[in-house]
């Protein structure tokens, strides 16, 4: 197995990336959609909020 697009194993590397591509979001982008979506807590990482701009809009 000389090809470079099979590892060791036999698994096929190109089809992999193809089916990992088709699988939808990331593990990382699920946790930011939930974060920005939920409004779950401690998730202030993922949040795109100005907290300034509020503030003076509660003023």
Do not use: C, P, W
Not at 13 to 24: C, D, H, L
Not at 30 to 44: C, F, M, P, R, V
Not at 51 to 57: L, Q, V
Request: aromatic content about 6%.
């Amino acid at each position: 197995m000389n090809d470079k697009s099979f590892t060791t194993s036999g698994t096929n590397i190109n089809e992999v990336k193809r089916k990992n591509a088709q699988s939808g979001m990331s593990y990382n982008e699920a946790k930011n959609y939930i974060a920005k979506t939920t409004g779950g807590h401690n998730t202030q990482a993922f949040s795109d909020t100005d907290i300034s701009e509020i503030r003076n809009k509660l003023k």
